[in-house]
């Protein structure tokens, strides 16, 4: 079955940076277009970052534009949020997904995973 598993959230203080990784199993990887959402405390989930499916387009929110850079290596079946100048405003439960469909349209068609938290202190 379809597995997504996020890692590498952590707590840091505004102006750093984290990488987060999420290793995808069970699923032809390389066919799918990526994403990145997030869901802060009391709020929906949120698109954040897109990636095509070989990596030659990506996508992202206006919040995160210059700030976050997505990146995906089909060989680990893996995609990459390189997050840097973090915020307060970045605190949430960061997930990713995909689906076959182009980056600035992208939907969670997979199972979500357990997430990873991201911590922001001011």
């Known amino acids: 079955q379809v597995q997504l598993r996020e890692s590498g959230g952590g707590l840091v203080q505004a102006g750093d940076s984290l990488r987060l990784a999420c290793a995808a199993s069970g699923l032809a990887f390389s066919a799918y277009s990526m994403g990145w959402f997030r869901q802060a405390p009391g709020k929906e989930r949120e698109f954040v970052a897109a990636?095509?499916?070989?990596?030659?387009?990506?996508y992202y929110a206006d919040s995160v534009n210059g700030r976050f850079t997505i990146s995906r290596d089909n060989a680990k079946n893996t995609v990459y949020l390189q997050m840097n100048s973090l915020q307060p405003a970045d605190t949430a439960v960061y997930y990713c997904n995909g689906d076959f469909g182009v980056v600035t349209t992208l939907s969670p068609t997979l199972p979500w995973g357990q997430g990873t938290q991201v911590m922001v202190s001011s």
């Open positions: 990636i095509s499916n070989q990596g030659g387009m990506t």
